[in-house]
């Protein structure tokens, strides 16, 4: 399939889950992809087998996101779809982990779009169902702020940008199956545990895969989408209604 062909495409958050299913569709429908994350390795195994280019960056650092932006336009010469997926989940009772939380999960993706508003056509913002309704995540309340305001800013920058030619959309997953619980410094037996109660929360009665989100957000971002801007779709397996 080549429906991406001459588009080029940022993902960030593409070392592991929803990123890195994301980063490898648009691949293998065409598009040149450049996949940013802070772990070299994981970035690899994204890239592996279909020539996505890779870039090693904290977007919450202050100079990353001119520095993704241009790397993209000095690769492929354009840059027309930008997927701010990264994010961290960490605990909110802890200040360092609060002010890093806010500065990858919402400034981040502001000082991004900005960078790249001269560039896109397309901006697709990953956001949660946690924003929607509490869930019994640690770390969640916070978490779920982040991601309700990068839902306002969705709406906000669809109404904005409209007049450069700029949908900007939103994907809000409910529980995917990712690392996110480990990395979040769960043991994998809490972790376990936590995808459990997860599931109870789900009227389908199953976690999420990232191939599942990662479907939608290449679906917003076709031609074929073209009247579609300001939307928030959930990928939740009815968690939101249910």
């Given at each position: 399939?080549?429906d991406?062909?001459?588009?080029?495409?940022?993902?960030?958050?593409?070392?592991?889950?929803?990123?890195?299913?994301?980063?490898?569709s648009?691949?293998e429908?065409?598009a040149?992809?450049?996949?940013?994350?802070?772990?070299?390795a994981?970035?690899?195994?994204?890239?592996?087998?279909l020539?996505?280019r890779?870039?090693?960056?904290?977007?919450?650092?202050?100079d990353?996101a001119?520095?993704?932006?241009s790397?993209?336009?000095?690769?492929?010469?354009?840059?027309?779809?930008?997927?701010?997926n990264?994010a961290?989940?960490?605990?909110?009772?802890?200040?360092?982990?609060?002010?890093?939380?806010?500065a990858?999960?919402?400034l981040?993706?502001?000082?991004?779009?900005?960078?790249?508003?001269?560039?896109?056509?397309v901006?697709?913002?990953?956001?949660?169902?946690?924003?929607?309704?509490g869930w019994?995540?640690?770390?969640?309340?916070v978490y779920g702020?982040?991601?309700?305001?990068?839902?306002?800013?969705?709406r906000?920058?669809?109404?904005?940008?409209?007049?450069?030619g700029?949908?900007?959309?939103?994907v809000?997953?409910g529980p995917?199956?990712?690392?996110m619980?480990?990395?979040?410094?769960?043991?994998p037996?809490?972790?376990?545990?936590?995808?459990?109660?997860?599931?109870?929360?789900?009227?389908?009665?199953?976690?999420?895969?990232?191939e599942e989100?990662?479907?939608?957000?290449?679906?917003?971002?076709?031609?074929?989408?073209?009247f579609?801007?300001?939307?928030?779709?959930?990928?939740?397996?009815?968690?939101?209604?249910?």
């Open positions: 399939m080549g991406f062909n001459g588009k080029a495409v940022i993902v960030t958050g593409g070392g592991t889950g929803i990123g890195r299913a994301t980063a490898r648009f691949a429908q065409g040149d992809v450049l996949v940013v994350g802070r772990t070299e994981r970035l690899a195994e994204t890239a592996e087998g020539g996505i890779t870039l090693v960056a904290d977007v919450a650092e202050p990353a001119e520095r993704i932006v790397t993209a336009i000095e690769t492929f010469g354009r840059l027309d779809v930008l997927v701010n990264a961290i989940l960490k605990q909110d009772d802890d200040r360092a982990g609060l002010e890093q939380m806010l990858t999960n919402l981040a993706p502001i000082y991004l779009t900005q960078a790249a508003t001269p560039h896109v056509s901006v697709i913002n990953v956001t949660t169902s946690i924003a929607q309704r019994p995540v640690p770390g969640g309340t702020a982040a991601k309700m305001a990068l839902e306002s800013l969705t906000s920058w669809a109404v904005h940008l409209a007049p450069k700029i949908r900007v959309a939103a809000a997953p995917i199956a990712t690392s619980p480990e990395h979040q410094g769960l043991t037996v809490e972790a376990d545990a936590l995808r459990d109660t997860m599931v109870g929360y789900v009227p389908l009665g199953r976690i999420g895969q990232p989100v990662a479907f939608w957000i290449v679906q917003l971002a076709r031609p074929e989408a073209a579609t801007s300001g939307v928030v779709l959930p990928v939740d397996g009815a968690a939101v209604v249910g």
